[in-house]
């Protein structure tokens, strides 16, 4: 439960981060609110060389109503996501779902951009994400950006599209103002991790999140084409688990994950499709 | 009520049942007090231990050199490197400190490194290399019992067998079940740590979290080949015990590398380390068999247990002795015989955990009160009330019970304790199932109450005598008296040192307590904190010394310069004093109180007094061979009420509520009580619903509280303590029980059987995980909507005949519980006991037969033959038909046909009744021997036969268990009768199960003898009995049946309803009515609606629903078993009954039985019909 050893930089600005970053290497990582990170380094499942800490960069810590869509600064705590009046209003999905994380210590600390740049597939944050169809804002090496669509953004089991060097600054999300929602995570112990998570919002079109699911955080697309077809709702929720491939591990099965998404899709979706909240 | 505001007898100051609150209270709550894993000393080393990563291997090679070579490392032991004995055991040393040659555990060390910081040492307790050559890991505790030792001492640590009672009457009820326990951990918060300091004498002081310092120092002493007084033993600061720290872990490693390397050593386990390095709670497999009279009273249990004691015997040996004796309950069961195993495997070594293997038989045989209960339609806690022991009864054991026993007391308390208020659809979202993650649909919660009560014996037995020494000191410390107790009892949270300090005070006075360290050196062993026993032993053991003390102050007084008057002390203190009395103990120390601290100090004026007390209980005897002995000391009982809402889709399941009653001879201090009884209950409730270490092939797969689930308190139910019930226990000091065990042995069970009642599945394993309940087939959601992924089942079979269908249609009033229709029947694990193998045949099928036979104009006949309108017709087309069958391979493929459509609807276990003397064609013999091979051969794959139903879609069917009832004809030859039972009585035909007999009843009377004589004989043989009765004749023909035939069925037996009298004899002898509504309404009533089903049902008996002869009838069994929901206006729950009553009356093995009642146990659904 000691991480190997590492050298830890803090930087004062982005521009400081990526100049850290750069000079640090492959081995290099950014530390946000070390949640998910520290976790993995303490069982030696990560041994970076550098940290470089970005934890106070307050610049990147913001909502802003930005028209069509809200811009959540990357290091927003889960606790600021959650309490905000703007996210409250036009995107009430993710402030509940950031309301739901692990307990109020890991609320206060853990930050949406590292819940997004960790890519874990049981995490809730990203799944909320795809749900909206939320844009990600990144800069690289020499102040190069670029903006990330969510569905394209996880790769594989803690794999993102963030290239080494580069930081996830912002976090772009439509507006749902007023749309139906939900957020259903299943777990056997209060507030642990999801077994399975959906997450859904109805406007006009549907987006579905799941969480745990796969090897990343995944969009029901199947769900979302028989809902597209013109399909009931729970005709299109028996297909939330087809063409996944759920992990098996201590808590499920993949069937059982499988049912569980199944019941969940639906019931998301008679939620979501309920009167507006 | 909470126990916390109800009114006391006006407790006074600080003495006995006030709620003192714990010293270490605030000092824990604000990181202030000192855990084992604080402990520092200048110029410490950390130790690390190497644990095996395999279950099972030689060791070919420890090299400890690339340890040796690391900058930092001061010392690397190994087995070679102990001085003393290289095992320790708390029973039987045979668990090695370190594995030489062979290892039995994941986690078992290999060798200890010493180093200047504890990173260096985990890295090169790493670099240690050890050559395995791996052995094949003994894993499942069955195969212990037959498998090849795994240690020179054997596999199997400990079996008994309690042989109790006389022989018993004939039980009219009789349940059975196997329960499963899976290894729960107990999660104690402080991970293994110790601090050991080498000593300038040569021995060593170890400072250690432990619940049992002199039994630690004796294996440490032995193991390190020095003088119990070299080895000091101190007690550090305890994060939780629960029976995990009774056994050495890292005690004597820590001593050798001090002494190894000079210098004092610390080790503190991380989380991971912690979980290989302690034992856990035995898994369990326990069976059990309850007889019981038509009221519910017990008369005899069958049981056997088997406990996975893992690689090394800790305390297996008294666990199993308690899994045993205490696996028939709370309960008066005059006759028992209960076998117990605890064996060993290359799982993790299993010990010790709060309710030492009672809370394993509790389990199981609360589970079984409830099927006892269900069987006989009695309320679960009147079935219990009806049973519980009172004192002066006898346990099983033989031993009486001579303390208190107020069994109906706790058991009456729980009961009636106010229910919360509301259900499942009045509480917020986050008090669901899931709770604040909102994945609940409150539609569909089911809510379940359950009900359990357990108890356990206090203090260890079987002739162990673990006494406590305590020593008091009084003296004055400025002008205050000040009581310093010294005793070694550790203090692992039961709170002890709360109840040291008001013992003093109430037998004293004296309000200032000073408890000095726990310690070897300074003092005798108060035994193990384990048992629910230090209040009894080290508080009785403290009470003593206090009195001894008074004692000698009272002496000082009187021989003082001080007259009584002087001193205030009152005239017949002085007499008390005076007379010198050992005997007047308590008055002394009562008087002593009272006078008040002042005279008291005055007395201490003239200096300290000291006293010791040593205290033992009572002497108990080691169990005889039979199992009987006055093995315990004294019991406690507590009976747990639990309320669960289940998401029945999701598989969640929400405690809403655990009340309790418990028996505590007196409440001493009623926080500390309630303390008790809520954590009990978190533990119980984290075995019903979450807590188990799983293991893959001996490896612990979630050693952390990430993986291994413990309830939060946000998971915790509202504890509702409905009583405390105060008999103070005889012996007993203050007449208080032990309260720390019994809390968490109901609440298990309870919780469990509340999950049950939501769901109606039968759950016999624990912990209940979400997917046992959400995964479980339950054949009635195929009529829920978004069922997609269940197949559907074919069509009910089209016959000739093939009756208006019952219009079940979809609800009746909404929340009314619906009668079910044959398509929410398939899947269901069917069993059927009335079928006939006559009855098998199709027109096709015949006329094939007729053609190869020969037989003239075949296709009037077929016609003719199926249109049989009575019972004397239908026994003449069977005849004809039969006869066609003229070789051995026609009826092999004529009964494998039958078994392959009786598998396609769903029939999984079948009693197929065969009349030879229809069966002209072929000798008896053969034919038995050919429809047994039939239906062998129906139980591998292959295409449908003849009969088959099944459609080409349909999914393939379950192979139906197909066993032969040989049916007599009821005007059969007398000779030819006897052939049959000589035949049968020589060589039991494969698949023979009984003997029965059929034909037309009205020829019954002239063949009573006849027939009489050929059941007793088939009894004498081994053959289950059944006779076709009461339906070509009456009431009478029953009668006949039950007097002259002792048959334990009755094939129909409808006619029985005539005859009120009938009727109470087959419920009192819980004779089981096979019942065909089909056939009835076609040979007996005309109609369906004229059948007496619903009045069968109304009179209490026990009912089973059979085809008869289906393919005549066009029926299968899930369609008759819908005619017969629809008659009788059964639900699924009742029906469900049936099926469980088939299978009670099957004569089929005990093996067969309970595996398929752990098939059927899955198939209900409790009313989740009206949902549609
Ligand atoms: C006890 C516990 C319970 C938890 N329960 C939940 C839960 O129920 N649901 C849930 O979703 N999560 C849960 N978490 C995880 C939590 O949400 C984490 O805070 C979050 O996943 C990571 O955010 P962080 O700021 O802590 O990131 P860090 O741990 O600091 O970083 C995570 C990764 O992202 C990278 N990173 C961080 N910020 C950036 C950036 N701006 N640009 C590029 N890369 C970046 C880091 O280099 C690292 O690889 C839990 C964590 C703990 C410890």
């Known amino acids: ?277 | 009520m909470s126990v916390l505001d109800r009114p006391r007898s006006a407790p006074a100051g600080a003495g006995i049942g006030v709620s003192a609150p714990r010293p270490d209270g605030v000092p824990k709550v604000r990181g202030q007090f000192l855990f084992s894993s604080d402990l520092w000393a200048e110029g410490m080393l950390w130790g690390h231990v190497l644990r095996s990563p395999v279950p099972a291997a030689r060791i070919r090679r420890i090299d400890v050199a690339p340890a040796l070579c690391i900058d930092g490392v001061r010392a690397v032991v190994t087995a070679a490197d102990l001085p003393g004995a290289a095992t320790f055991g708390l029973e039987v040393a045979d668990q090695p400190v370190f594995a030489s040659d062979v290892v039995r555990y994941v986690g078992e060390p290999l060798a200890a490194v010493a180093a200047d910081h504890p990173e260096t040492a985990r890295r090169a307790a790493g670099a240690i290399v050890v050559d395995y050559e791996p052995i094949e890991p003994l894993c499942d505790p069955e195969m212990a019992l037959r498998a090849p030792a795994i240690h020179p001492d054997g596999n199997v640590f400990r079996h008994l067998r309690i042989e109790h009672g006389e022989a018993f009457p004939q039980a009219a009820v009789v349940v059975e079940g196997t329960y499963e326990v899976g290894m729960q951990d107990q999660a104690f918060l402080g991970p293994e740590s110790g601090l050991a300091v080498p000593g300038e004498d040569g021995g060593v002081d170890l400072y250690i979290a432990t619940q049992w310092l002199h039994v630690d120092r004796d294996q440490v002493a032995r193991c390190l080949g020095l003088p119990c007084d070299k080895v000091r033993l101190h007690l550090a600061g305890v994060g939780g015990a629960f029976g995990a720290r009774e056994d050495v872990s890292i005690q004597v490693h820590l001593c050798l590398l001090a002494l190894t390397t000079g210098r004092p050593v610390k080790i503190v386990l991380g989380r991971e380390d912690s979980f290989f390095a302690h034992v856990h709670r035995h898994p369990a497999r326990i069976w059990l068999r309850h007889h019981a009279d038509p009221e519910g009273r017990l008369l005899r249990v069958e049981g056997r247990v088997v406990l996975d004691g893992g690689a090394y015997a800790s305390s297996s040996n008294a666990v199993i002795s308690n899994a045993t004796a205490f696996a028939t309950g709370p309960y008066r069961v005059p006759s028992a015989t209960v076998e117990g195993w605890v064996v060993r495997t290359n799982n993790p070594p299993c010990g010790a955990m709060r309710g030492f293997g009672a809370v394993q038989a509790c389990f199981a045989y609360e589970a079984q009160m409830d099927r006892l209960a269900r069987a006989l339609a009695i309320d679960p806690v009147e079935l219990r009330l009806r049973n519980v022991l009172r004192p002066g009864d006898r346990l099983i054991t033989g031993q009486r019970i001579d303390g208190t026993a107020p069994v109906a007391e706790v058991v009456r308390a729980a009961a009636n304790a106010p229910l919360p208020p509301g259900g499942p659809a009045d509480l917020p979202a986050i008090a669901l199932p899931g709770g604040a993650g909102r994945a609940a649909d409150v539609g569909r919660v089911r809510r379940g109450v359950g009900f359990a009560v357990g108890y356990k014996n206090l203090m260890y037995s079987e002739g162990f005598d673990d006494s406590s020494e305590a020593r008091v000191r009084l003296e004055l410390v400025g002008t205050a008296p000040v009581a310093t107790v010294t005793c070694a009892a550790a203090e692992v949270g039961q709170g002890f040192v709360t109840l040291a300090r008001q013992i003093v005070a109430e037998e004293l006075g004296v309000e200032d307590t000073v408890l000095a360290p726990p310690s070897t050196a300074t003092v005798g062993s108060a035994g193990s904190t384990s048992a629910s026993r230090q209040t009894w032993m080290s508080g009785g053991a403290v009470a003593e010394a206090c009195r001894a003390a008074a004692r000698q102050l009272l002496l000082r007084a009187r021989a003082g310069n001080r007259v009584a008057a002087d001193a205030g002390l009152p005239p017949d203190l002085d007499a008390a004093a005076t007379s010198g009395d050992p005997s007047g103990g308590v008055s002394d120390a009562h008087a002593l109180g009272a006078l008040g601290v002042a005279a008291l100090a005055e007395l201490l004026g003239a200096g300290p007094v000291e006293a010791s007390a040593t205290f033992h209980h009572r002497p108990t005897q080691p169990l005889d061979s039979a199992g009987q002995g006055d093995a315990h000391v004294s019991f406690a009982f507590a009976a747990h009420r639990a309320v669960v809402d289940v998401d029945v889709d999701l598989g969640l399941v929400k405690v809403v509520q655990v009340a309790t009653a418990q028996d505590v001879g007196r409440v001493l201090n009623p926080l500390q009580v309630l303390g008790q009884v809520e954590g009990g209950i978190a533990q119980g409730v984290g075995l019903a619903v979450m807590e188990e270490i799983v293991l893959d092939r001996g490896l612990v797969r979630n050693p952390s509280f990430t993986d291994y689930l413990l309830p939060t308190a946000l998971d915790m139910p509202e504890v509702t303590v409905a009583a405390l019930v105060e008999q103070p226990e005889p012996g007993a000091p203050f007449g208080a029980k032990g309260v720390g065990e019994p809390p968490t042995i109901s609440s298990t069970p309870a919780v469990v059987a509340a999950i049950r009642a939501a769901t109606g599945l039968e759950l016999d394993r624990v912990p209940v995980r979400p997917a046992d309940i959400a995964l479980a087939p339950r054949p009635a959601q195929t009529s829920t909507p978004a069922r997609a992924d269940t197949p559907a089942r074919p069509a009910a079979p089209a016959r000739p005949s093939e009756p208006a269908r019952p219009d079940a249609g979809p609800a009746g009033p909404a929340g009314r519980a619906m009668v079910p229709a044959r398509e929410d029947l398939l899947g269901l694990p069917g069993i059927e006991l009335h079928v006939h193998l006559e009855g098998s045949f199709t027109p096709e099928r015949v006329a094939e037969l007729a053609r190869a036979a020969g037989e003239p104009d075949v296709d009037r006949r077929v016609r003719s033959a199926f249109a049989a309108g009575d019972l004397a017709d239908l026994l003449t087309a069977l005849d004809w038909w039969c006869g066609l069958v003229r070789t051995e391979e026609q009826a092999t493929s004529q009964a494998e046909g039958f078994a392959r459509f009786l598998a396609s609807s769903g029939v999984v276990y079948a009693e197929v009744t065969v009349n030879p003397t229809h069966w002209g064609g072929l000798p008896r013999r053969a034919l038995i021997d050919a429809l047994a091979a039939g239906f062998e051969r129906a139980t591998t794959p292959g295409a449908p036969g003849a009969l088959g139903s099944a459609s080409p879609t349909a999914p393939p069917a379950e192979a139906c268990d197909c066993r032969l009832v040989v049916s007599l004809r009821r005007d059969q030859d007398e000779g030819d009768i006897r052939r049959v039972l000589d035949e049968l009585g020589s060589r039991r035909p494969a698949r023979v199960v009984a003997l029965g007999v059929d034909g037309d009843e009205r020829s019954a009377a002239a063949r009573r003898r006849v027939l009489a004589e050929a059941f007793a004989e088939a009894a004498h043989i081994g053959l289950g009995r059944t006779a076709h009765a009461g339906e070509s004749s009456g009431p009478e023909g029953v009668l006949a049946a039950l007097d002259d035939l002792g048959v334990t069925r009755i094939d129909h037996g409808v006619r029985a309803v005539e005859d009120p009298s009938v009727l109470s004899r087959l419920r009192d002898q819980r004779v089981t009515l096979d019942v065909c509504p089909t056939s009835n309404a076609r040979l007996l009533y005309g109609t369906l609606d004229r059948h007496p089903l619903a009045a069968l049902d109304a009179a209490g008996l026990a009912l089973s629903i059979g085809t008869d002869d289906p393919l005549i009838f066009g029926v299968d069994l899930p369609e008759e078993l819908s005619r017969a929901a629809r008659l009788a206006a059964w639900d699924l729950p009742r029906l469900r009954r049936c099926q469980h009553d088939a299978l009670d009356a099957a004569f089929c093995d005990d093996a067969t039985r309970s595996s398929l009642s752990r098939r059927l146990a899955p198939w209900d659904t409790s009313g989740r019909k009206s949902e549609g």
Do not use: C
């Open chain 1, 1 to 277: 439960m000691i991480p190997a050893p590492f050298e830890y930089r803090r930087a004062g600005s982005v521009e400081e981060a990526l100049g850290l970053l750069e000079e640090g290497g492959e081995d290099a990582k950014l530390l946000a609110g070390g949640h998910s990170l520290l976790p993995l380094m303490k069982l030696r499942l990560a041994a970076p060389s550098v940290l470089v800490d970005i934890g106070r960069l307050r610049d990147l810590s913001y909502v802003r109503d930005g028209g069509e869509m809200i811009a959540i600064g990357a290091l927003t705590r889960h606790r600021e996501v959650e309490t905000n009046p703007i996210v409250a209003e036009h995107a009430p999905l993710l402030a509940h779902v950031a309301g739901q994380v692990g307990d109020p210590q890991v609320r206060h600390r853990g930050t949406i951009g590292g819940s997004i740049a960790h890519g874990d597939p049981a995490s809730d944050l990203p799944a909320a994400a795809l749900a909206l169809g939320a844009t990600f804002e990144v800069v690289g090496q020499g102040g190069a950006a670029r903006s990330i669509p969510a569905a394209e953004f996880f790769q594989g089991f803690l794999e993102t599209s963030l290239q080494p060097g580069e930081i996830l600054t912002e976090i772009a999300v439509p507006k749902t103002t007023g749309a139906g929602w939900s957020f259903q995570k299943f777990n056997r112990r209060a507030q642990d991790w999801a077994i399975v998570g959906v997450a859904a919002v109805r406007n006009g079109s549907t987006g579905i999140g799941l969480v745990n699911m796969g090897s990343t955080p995944l969009r029901a697309t199947a769900v979302e084409a028989a809902l597209a077809g013109g399909a009931s709702l729970e005709e299109a929720a028996s297909h939330a688990a087809e063409g996944l491939d759920p992990p098996a591990d201590l808590n499920a099965s993949p069937e059982y994950r499988a049912h569980l998404a199944r019941v969940l899709v639906r019931r998301a979706l008679e939620e979501a499709s309920a009167s507006p909240r």
